[in-house]
Nanobody, 123 residues
Framework: QVQLVESGGGLVQAGGSLRLSCAAS????????MGWFRQALGKEREFVVS???????YYGGSDSARFTISRDNAKNTVYLQMNSLKPEDTAVYYC?????????????????WGQGTQVTVSS
């Protein structure tokens, strides 16, 4: 059974930083594409970034200058470092996983989802 468990969310002031973590279990982690989506209140889920097994990243159209994804295959963990946070970054952030092409940004293309972690950025 695949489980993705996020942590690291919280309340931060604008301009601050947070690092989200996602621990995966029940998968051969190194074979999976990992990624992050977010969903703000009243809005659709939005792709943030993905990373493949070798560390190649795909940002789609998201703000790559402020967000950095990384993974530690030995720890079955993926991270999202978020810097220079803005109030509009306030959302629930979801860890996701899939096999195959990592250059995918549609929610339906990701098979596994974590429960989400709330990030709130105050102005």
């Amino acid at each position: 059974q695949v489980q993705l468990v996020e942590s690291g969310g919280g309340l931060v002031q604008a301009g601050g930083s947070l690092r989200l973590s996602c621990a995966a279990s029940g998968v051969t982690f190194s074979k999976y594409v990992m990624g992050w989506f977010r969903q703000a209140l009243g809005k659709e889920r939005e792709f943030v970034v993905s990373i493949n097994w070798s560390g190649t990243k795909y940002y789609g159209g998201s703000d790559s200058a402020r967000f950095t994804i990384s993974r530690d295959n030995a720890k079955n963990t993926v991270y999202l470092q978020m810097n220079s946070l803005k109030p509009e970054d306030t959302a629930v952030y979801y860890c996701v996983a899939k096999m195959g092409d990592w250059r995918r940004s549609m929610a339906y293309e990701y098979n596994y989802w974590g429960q989400g972690t709330q990030v709130t950025v105050s102005s």
